[in-house]
Nanobody, 128 residues
Framework: HLVESGGGLVQAGGSLRLSCVASGRTVSNYAWGWFRQAPGNEREFVAA????????YLADSVKGRFTISRDTAKFTVYLQMNRMKPEDSAIYYC???????????????????????WGQGTQVTVSS
């Protein structure tokens, strides 16, 4: 069960930090992704972090502005969003991919449907 929070309304240039709390499971056994979907658009990859926390991936559109991190003690994954733009407005979803022997997350990290668990989404709106 994943629960996102931290969404809201922010002015262009501002910052938000999204949180994804993983109740009932440990963060370190999973790789994590953040995805977003704006009205009329397909869901797109935003950021991902490996189960070890050592490998980070960001979409080109957010590089230099967003960062992904995790706190294993709090069972939480974060998406820090800085210098936000109106085009960042979307519903943001976190997703978890269980890392098991024989499963290769690196081949699936960009695909929302290939993850095992998903949150309900949190709305982010950036005003110009």
């Amino acid at each position: 069960h994943l629960v996102e929070s931290g969404g809201g309304l922010v002015q262009a240039g501002g910052s938000l930090r999204l949180s994804c709390v993983a109740s009932g499971r440990t963060v370190s056994n999973y790789a994590w992704g953040w995805f977003r979907q704006a009205p009329g658009n397909e869901r797109e990859f935003v950021a991902a972090i490996s189960e070890t926390g050592s490998d980070l991936y960001l979409a080109d559109s957010v590089k230099g502005r967003f960062t992904i991190s995790r706190d294993t003690a709090k069972f939480t994954v974060y998406l820090q969003m800085n210098r936000m733009k109106p085009e960042d407005s979307a519903i943001y979803y976190c997703a978890a991919y269980e890392v098991l022997y024989g499963r290769d997350w690196s081949k699936h990290r960009l695909s929302y449907d290939d993850y095992d668990y998903w949150g309900q989404g949190t709305q982010v709106t950036v005003s110009s």
